[in-house]
């Protein structure tokens, strides 16, 4: 899932931070910490980058396996 540009709830914005947030949580920081740092108060702004989940490469992987499908197909 992409990181949704705005808070669903208050409209703030968000997209912005996650590269920092997703770079410090990776490099083992406390994500409270982090949020706070990044200026991250309200809860609902807070969810946005806790929950969100990281589901392109998975995607992508299957779509390359489709791709190998329709050349194999084509091949023969």
Avoid: H, Q
């Amino acid at each position: 899932m992409i990181i949704p540009v705005k808070c669903f709830t208050c409209g703030k914005l968000v997209g912005d931070k996650w590269e920092e947030f997703a770079m410090r949580i990776k490099a083992g920081e406390n994500a409270s910490d982090v949020l706070d740092s990044l200026g991250v108060k309200r809860y609902c702004c807070r969810r946005m980058l806790l929950s969100n989940v990281e589901i392109v490469d998975e995607v992508l992987r299957f779509y390359e396996e489709a791709e190998k499908r329709k050349e194999t197909l084509n091949f023969y």
